[in-house]
Nanobody, 123 residues
Framework: VQLQASGGGLVQAGGSLRLSCAAS????????VGWFRQAPGKEREFVAS????????YYADSIKGRFTISRDNAKNTVYLQMNSLKPEDTAVYYC?????????????????WGQGTQVTVSS
């Protein structure tokens, strides 16, 4: 499966953005999809994940209550709605997919990655 992330941009603190992760491949609906982010000088960190059916979602504590992950398998797309953005949310955001059901918070569990989209939140 091939992934392409989009929707990043520059936004003021308190604003919102919606990221999209578009996938190719007929079996995309079988994959768990995660969003990760990496700020300059920091390690890549888990943000959110969603199961193949959309029935199970999981969030990092740092964004819980502000971000929402969802998916539309008919459109082969996963979304990350980001509200109440903070300057510390500034990072390159990546979407990733895995089929095996390994630790959803660990980037090494994901075998497929998109190219990343930059999110910059100004104070």
């Amino acid at each position: 499966v091939q992934l392409q992330a989009s929707g990043g941009g520059l936004v003021q603190a308190g604003g919102s953005l919606r990221l999209s992760c578009a996938a190719s491949g007929r079996t995309f609906s079988s994959y768990t999809v995660g969003w990760f982010r990496q700020a300059p000088g920091k390690e890549r960190e888990f943000v959110a994940s969603i199961s193949w059916s959309g029935g199970n979602t999981y969030y990092a504590d740092s964004i819980k209550g502000r971000f929402t992950i969802s998916r539309d398998n008919a459109k082969n797309t996963v979304y990350l709605q980001m509200n109440s953005l903070k300057p510390e949310d500034t990072a390159v955001y990546y979407c990733a997919a895995q089929l095996r059901g390994d630790d959803r918070t660990y980037y090494g569990s994901y075998g497929y990655w998109g190219q990343g989209t930059q999110v910059t939140v100004s104070s």
